[in-house]
C-alpha cells in the first residue's frame, strides 16, 4: 500500500514543522499562517514576526531574520522558479502609510526539497547576486535590499532540523524513521506534532509499514484509520488471490473430466465458456 487513504495535504504540516522549530524560542516570534497580501491577489505561506525588534534569534534557520520574516514553502512535488521571488515587495506595498515597513526590516525564506539550479543561476547572471552554503541545507542568497535564505529540506540537519528535515516523500532509512517515531512519541500530545507526523507518515506509508514492529503507540492511534483500512486491504488482496486459485484448481478439473467424456477441444470451449486455449493448456498439465 504505498498510498494511504487521504489526499496529502503538505502545508498544514509545514505550518506546524515550522513552528516546532522554533519553539524553544516561540516567545520571540508570532506566527501567522498564508498572511493575505490584501492589494494583490496572492498570499504568502507563512509570516514570522518578531515580537521585539531586537531580539536575536539563535535557531540556525532564523538567524537572519529581522522584525518581518516572510516564509514561501514548496511540497516536494513542487519546485521553487525566479517567479517566486518578489513576494517582499508586495509585502511592504501591503500598507497604508509610505514606509510603514522598511526594506530592512524584511526578510524572505525559501523552503523547497530541490535545490533550484536553474534559478539560482538566473539570480546569478541577471541580478549578480551571489549565493554561499551557511549550513546544512541552509544557503545565503546576497547582493539583493532584502537577505535572502533557501532551505532544502532533504540536505537540513537530522537533528537540528528533525520535522522540516522530514517533510518529504523518500524516507527510507530504518534509524531515521525510528529516531523519528521516538521523537513523536514525546509531543504526542501536541497538535503542531501531529499534524506533522500526520503527513509524514502518509508520505512515507511504505516504509512506516516496514518498522510497524516498533512503531509507537502513539502513531498507531494517530493513524487508526489508516492502519484498519490497511488492514482490510490486505485481508481483501489475500482472499482475491486465495479465490482465483481455487477458481482456476475447479476450471481445470472440470475441463479435464468434461474431455474424458466429450473427447472435442471446441465443445468444451462452448460448454464451459472458456477460451479453447485455455482447455489445451489445462489438458497438457
Not at 92 to 115: G, K
Not at 175 to 197: G, P, R, V
Request: charged letters at 30%; one cysteine or more; hydrophobic letters at 35%.
Amino acid at each position: 500500500m504505498k498510498e494511504t487513504t487521504k489526499r496529502i495535504e503538505w502545508h498544514p504540516a509545514f505550518q506546524a514543522s515550522i513552528q516546532i522549530e522554533f519553539e524553544e524560542e516561540c516567545d520571540k516570534l508570532t506566527f501567522e499562517a498564508e498572511h493575505l497580501l490584501s492589494k494583490k491577489p496572492m498570499q504568502i505561506d507563512e509570516l514570522i514576526i518578531k515580537v521585539k525588534d531586537n531580539e536575536t534569534i539563535q535557531k540556525n534557520i532564523g538567524r537572519i531574520f529581522r522584525k518581518y520574516n516572510i516564509i514561501e514553502y514548496k511540497s516536494p512535488d513542487d519546485y521553487l522558479t525566479v517567479n517566486d521571488f518578489g513576494y517582499c515587495c508586495f509585502y511592504q506595498a501591503d500598507t497604508e502609510n509610505v514606509l510603514a515597513i522598511l526594506p530592512e526590516e524584511l526578510t524572505i525564506t525559501f523552503i523547497c526539497n530541490h535545490y533550484p539550479r536553474m534559478m539560482i543561476q538566473h539570480l546569478k547572471k541577471q541580478r549578480n547576486l551571489e549565493i554561499h552554503q551557511a549550513g546544512s541545507g541552509i544557503y545565503y542568497i546576497t547582493g539583493d535590499e532584502f537577505p535572502i535564505q533557501l532551505l532544502i529540506t532533504k540536505e537540513l540537519d537530522q537533528e537540528e532540523n528533525l520535522w522540516l528535515q522530514s517533510l518529504r516523500k523518500d524516507i527510507k532509512d530504518t534509524q531515521e524513521i525510528e529516531f523519528l517515531l521516538k521523537t513523536y512519541e514525546e509531543k504526542k500530545h501536541s497538535k503542531l506534532y501531529q499534524a506533522a507526523m500526520d503527513v509524514i507518515t502518509r508520505a512515507n506509508w511504505a516504509a512506516m509499514m516496514e518498522v510497524k514492529g516498533n512503531m509507537c503507540e502513539a502513531l498507531r492511534e494517530l493513524m487508526e484509520d489508516e492502519f484498519q483500512a490497511y488492514g482490510k486491504q490486505v485481508t481483501e488482496q489475500v482472499t482475491e488471490q486465495v479465490t482465483e486459485q481455487v477458481t482456476e484448481q475447479v476450471t481445470v478439473q472440470m475441463i479435464k473430466n468434461a474431455y474424458e467424456s466429450i473427447k472435442d477441444k471446441n465443445k468444451i470451449s462452448q460448454i464451459l465458456k472458456v477460451p479453447v486455449d485455455v482447455v489445451e493448456k489445462a489438458l497438457e498439465e
